[in-house]
């Protein structure tokens, strides 16, 4: 069983949805949760930092951690074709610097 | 701000050259700097991680005669893949933290295409 399990997709909306990209992992130690977003031969770009439980929102985005599940999410609002991008998610421990990335979402956002 | 450079974006050269791919957080000092390999539609794999003065530390199945890593300064890593062969072609990419303490995110450059031909 992997650390992080995160969906590939691909998955597709129409320009404008509400979109949904989650991920869960395993390990009740980790306390720190990251999105980045990743373009086709880009590195990848953080959008949310988060510690331990609850919500945190920037622009049209919203992250939210459950640690009592062990479920992450990342929601975007009024999604935009410049969306397009896979999405990885991330997690680390309390203490330490090592990542552990989930496979990463791929999001396509027709116009 | 948390910018990182990665230089070059693409190289594609012979088997058996050994190719120098440099990492530099441009507007922020990093004590530690990360190499990560991604092969397509995969996620990235941690490489090693690199501290400022000291030697790096490899994970497990990482060749470190193969990927010699040199952190010479707070603001620039490099990865020098040694005689390098077709099965090292992949997207390399290096990521920084700050210097500053506390927990903060790492910054990624924009990878490194690299071919063997």
């Known amino acids: 069983q992997k650390e992080v399990e995160q969906d590939p997709g691909p998955l597709s909306v129409p320009e404008g949805a509400i979109v949904s990209l989650n991920c869960t992992y395993s390990n009740s130690a980790f306390q720190y949760f990251m999105w980045y977003r990743q373009y086709s031969r880009k590195g990848p770009e953080l959008l949310m930092y988060?510690?331990?439980?609850g919500n945190k929102e920037d622009g049209r985005f919203t992250a939210q951690v459950d640690k009592s599940s062990k479920y992450i999410s990342l929601f975007i609002r009024d999604s935009q074709p410049s969306d397009s991008a896979t999405y990885l998610c991330a997690t680390k421990m309390e203490y330490g610097n090592k990542l552990v990335f989930g496979a990463g979402t791929i999001l396509r956002v027709k116009s | 701000g948390a910018v990182v450079s990665q230089h070059p974006s693409r190289v594609i050269c012979k088997s058996g050259t050994s190719v120098k791919i440099e990492c530099r957080s441009l507007?922020?000092?990093?004590?530690?700097m990360f190499w990560y390999r991604q092969f397509p539609k995969q996620s990235l794999m941690l490489m090693a991680t690199?501290?400022?003065?000291?030697?790096?530390?490899?994970e497990q199945g990482v060749e470190k005669d193969k990927f010699l890593i040199n952190h010479a300064s707070l603001t620039l890593s490099t990865l020098t893949v040694t005689s390098a062969h077709p099965e090292d072609s992949s997207f390399y990419i290096c990521s920084a933290l700050h210097s500053t303490g506390g927990h903060q995110p790492q910054h990624f450059g924009d990878g490194t295409r690299l071919s063997i031909l």
């Open positions: 988060t510690y331990s439980s």
């Open positions: 690199s501290n400022e003065g000291s030697k790096a530390t490899y």
């Open positions: 507007d922020f000092q990093a004590t530690t």
